[in-house]
Structure formats: C-alpha cells, structure tokens
C-alpha cells in the first residue's frame, strides 16, 4: 500500500488523525486559555496533562447513556450522528499534502459548503426532539445563525474560486504556488470567511446557541454521555475543519520551504488559527443575538458583495 | 460601516493582543499540595486556646465567644478552681460549623481564644470535626507573649489579694475618708 490520494492507508491515516487531534483539542483549548487567563490549566494526569483526554474519554464512555423520556427518541439519537458524519465527510476533499487526501474532487468547495448545511440539521433536530425550551431556544437560534453565516462564507470564498478558476481544493493550493497565498489579493475574502467560520462552528464569541449564561447549554441542554460527547468532539472537528480551509483556500495549504515536510507546514498553519479560535474565545464577549444578525445582514453582506464585484472587476480588465 | 471597521481595529484587535501578551506572564497558580502557600500569620484558620506566660489557661469561661459565635458552634461549661480562677470544664468547637469568622477571638477578652494559619482540617469522620478542649489547648501563648489576665484583672484569687495586681492601687477604705 502505498501513500497516494484515496488509499486505504491515506483514509484511515486522515481519519484516525483528525479525530485524535479533534479529542487533544479538548486538553489543548483548557491549557491555551488558562494561559491567557494567567492560570496553569489541567497539568496533573500524565506529562503536562496530556493525558486528560483519556481521563475524560472514559468518564465520557462510562456515563450512562441516558435518553429523557419525553425526547423523540430517533431524532434524539439521530441528531449526534448527524454533526460528527456531516464534518469528517466534509475532510474528505481537504488536501493535506501532496499525496495526501481522501478524494480530488472537482466540486471541493461546494461539497464542504453542503456538509456545513446538512451540520445544521444536526443542531435543529437535537433541539426539536429534546422537548426542552432552553433546546428549543438554542436550535432557534442555531438554524438563524447557521444559515445566515451561510450565505457570506459561500460568497467569501468565490473570490478564491474566482481567481483560482477551480471548486477543486487541490488544484486551488496549486494555483497559490503560482500566484501566491490568496490571503493578499482576498484579505476582505479571508477576514468574512473567518467570521463566518467562528459563526458556522458555533464557537465563542458567536456561541449564541449554546450560550451556557443565558440558555443553559443551547440544543445540547439534553444530552449526556456519549451523546453529548459527540456534539463536543464534532464541535471540535468543525474548528479543525474550519482551520484548515482557510488554510487551503487563504495559505497556500501545505506550500512552505523545503526544509520540512509539506505536511508539517499544512499542521503548522492550521493549529495557527486553532490557536486564534481559542484566543478569540479568551478575549472577546459574546454580542447580542439581534446584534449578530443586523452584524451579518447588514455588514458582511454587502462588504462581501462588494469583495466579489471588485474581484471579478480586477479579473476581467487584466485577462 | 468606516466607524464599525475603525471600532473593530481599536478596540477589538487591541482585546485580543492584549489578552495574547498574557502569554508570557507568570501563573498566578499555587500548585498547593506540591507547593504550599504562603499564609499571612493573622490567616484567620484552625482555632486554638493559648496559656497564659506562666502555662495557665487563659480562658475564663466568660462564655463571650459561644455568644459572639454567628453558627453557635462553640460549647464550654464554666468552672472554678480552690484558688478562684475561673476555667472552663469543658470546651467544645464543633468544627463542622465553624465558619473562620474570627468573632470569637474579637469577643474573647483575656487573648485567650485565637486564630491560627493552619486550614488543613479534612477529616474521614464527622465526629472528628468536634474539637475538645484538650485538643484546642497549645502550650504557648499565640500571637500575645506578655499577656495574663489574672495579673492586670482586680479580681482575687489565690496567691494574690485585691491591690496587688499590675497598675492596681490598694483598695482606698473609704469609711476612712469620712470627716
């Protein structure tokens, strides 16, 4: 077996990696913001508390797996599933490397676009079936924020595809070794698709639909378990999934000097901006739900349209 | 929009490098079972009754700490020795209640009743948490060296009669006085 796109070695490398980096993400999140926070994090399982996770997964297993009855039980079951299959789909079309990856597909951007919508569903029959006013707030809440965000993350990244001329990722961080990293000519491109993206993967400050101060825990106030572990660890995957795009479509993916491998360089990027996810969490408070909306509709709209005629502008008077 | 874009650069970018730069500050944390904290020596812990400088129980059984305690968790049972001190026959802290007020030592008026820095009281047993006297009483005088209350108090007792106490005048007769 060998490494090349679509092999069994490769898919389940990507696999096995990416949900184990989702699960370190849980230790790393803790001990990056106590750090900010001037405190010391979970230090005391294993060297430098690395071994937290293992301590929280067999807490998490041996919970019992409670479902309430006045749930609606299949949708109940249903709706953790969904999030976690809808966001390692969605790393099938990333490119991490030369080599690397689970498919070359020609319609790579549009498919992650799709998955994230689909990740919607998730959130609004958790809420739905939980029968819980607090699940049913946060739901409400998740699907007007969810789709909403939508809309600007698509039209932010079609400068990218604009000017790469491809929907496949790949061939979009080849284009970037010609052109350079997009993150120059499309900074307006990058900054919205960042915003959005915190907003898609429900992540503080734009957490609204979990938002433990006012709505308990959101859509997943019902959960326990297993279950509940599942909305946790697949939120986790959405920051990872959310990192590395940008890192594909605004830096050059895995492109870096030769001293080390590409793989290396993609890591590096990506736990960059994991890094300025948790920072963003550290640093700044939560807006108001009407705020987060008018700040969509009203703001990131129109800059993004903006964003995308001058692009098409600059495109068509140079060819 | 120019406002919102020049609010977001000035406010919400200097937030996060700002919060970033805590990166390189040192831990406020103490690792306390590894490491132990400093405690300030008027730390308001574990009670304890101190001696007089000659090795006598300060206490006089004035009941003032039970009354001054805000839980009630102080018991004692006033007693008198043949020379006329008074002491307590029992003393009892139940330390299950105790909220390290510090009221009782206000209220105690012979220094007898004190704080100390000590807060490592976890006990297996409830019952543990009852403190008796013979486990409150140290052998030294706690934080007040000099301090005996039969030697500057008018009372008498034995071995030392009326007048004969610190800064005490004898006893005026005031039939004497009389024209």
């Known amino acids: 077996m060998t490494f090349e796109v679509g092999s069994g070695l490769s898919i389940g490398a990507i696999l096995a990696t990416v949900i184990l980096v989702a699960a370190m993400l849980i230790w790393v999140e803790r001990r990056l913001l106590s750090f900010w926070q001037e405190r010391l994090g979970p230090n005391r399982v294993g060297p430098f508390g690395l071994l937290q996770v293992v301590a929280d997964m067999i807490k998490i297993f041996t919970k019992e797996d409670w479902v309430p009855p006045f749930a609606d039980k299949f949708s109940f079951v249903l709706a953790p599933a969904i999030i976690m299959t809808v966001i390692l789909m969605s790393f099938s079309v990333i490119p991490f490397a030369p080599g690397v990856g689970v498919v070359d597909s020609n319609i790579g951007v549009l498919f992650v676009l799709a998955m994230a919508s689909l990740g919607a569903y998730s959130v609004m029959l958790g809420g739905l079936s939980s029968d819980n006013k607090y699940a049913l707030l946060g739901a409400l809440r998740a699907a007007a924020q969810m789709i909403s965000y939508e809309v600007f993350m698509g039209i932010s990244i079609l400068g990218v595809v604009a000017l790469s001329g491809t929907f496949n990722l790949r061939e979009i961080v080849l284009a970037q070794e010609a052109n350079g990293w997009y993150v120059i000519p499309q900074f307006i491109g990058f900054v919205i698709f960042l915003i959005a993206g915190v907003a898609e993967s429900h992540r503080l400050p734009f957490d609204i639909p979990e938002a433990e101060q006012e709505i308990c825990a959101g859509y997943h106030t019902e959960y326990s378990g297993m279950k509940f572990g599942m909305f946790f660890v697949g939120e986790y995957l959405g920051l990872v999934l959310i990192s590395s795009l940008i890192t594909v479509l605004f830096f050059g993916g895995w492109l870096g000097p030769a001293f080390l491998p590409p793989i290396f360089w993609f890591a590096l990027k990506a736990f960059m901006f994991i890094a300025f996810f948790i920072l963003l969490r550290a640093a700044i408070p939560r807006p108001r739900y009407d705020q987060l909306m008018s700040y969509g509709w009203l703001f990131l709209l129109p800059v993004s349209l903006l964003n995308l005629l001058i692009t098409g502008v600059i495109i068509l008077s140079t060819s | ?179």
Request: charged share 30%; glycine share 6%; with cysteine.
């Open chain 2, 1 to 179: 929009m120019l406002t919102l874009i020049k609010d977001t650069l000035t406010s919400q970018v200097v937030t996060l490098w700002r919060v970033f730069s805590h990166l390189w500050v040192k831990a406020d944390t103490v690792e306390y079972p590894d490491e132990q904290p400093y405690m300030f020596p008027r730390w308001r812990g574990r009670i304890i009754l101190s001696r007089d400088p000659d090795g006598e129980e300060r206490c006089v059984a004035c009941n003032l700490c039970a009354v001054a305690c805000p839980v009630d968790c102080i018991a004692l049972q006033k007693t008198e020795d043949e020379e006329g001190r008074w002491y307590p026959e029992f003393f009892r802290i139940n330390f299950s209640r105790c909220i390290m007020c510090g009221f009782c030592e206000e209220a105690c008026p012979t220094n007898a009743i004190q704080l100390t820095p000590d807060f490592e009281m976890a006990e297996y047993k409830r019952q543990d948490m009852v403190w008796e006297k013979e486990d409150l009483l140290i052998d030294g005088t706690g934080k007040y060296h000099d301090y005996n209350f039969y030697r500057v108090a008018g009372k008498k007792i034995g071995g030392k009669d009326k007048g004969e106490a610190q800064n005490e005048a004898v006893p005026v007769n005031v039939r004497s006085l009389l024209p």
